[in-house]
């Protein structure tokens, strides 16, 4: 890897940085994940429109598994 296969894990796990090679993954912000939930369980309950917040709960971390495809950078 990753001459013939790029692997991608999830929820960033701190054993995919020790591994060989370390694990690309993405990392998910629970705690924002959680306040946007109960906010909009709160504000379905109370008839009220949900908060608009569209930013992103997510992001790679991009490590040796994952190599650029065709020459193109993954980054």
Known sequence: MPQDLS?????NNPLGAETMPTLTTVAVDHERLGKR???RLLAELNGTPAPEDDSLLTRAIWRESTAPRDGLDPR
């Open 7 to 11: 692997i991608t894990g999830w929820d």
């Open 37 to 39: 939930a109960v906010q």
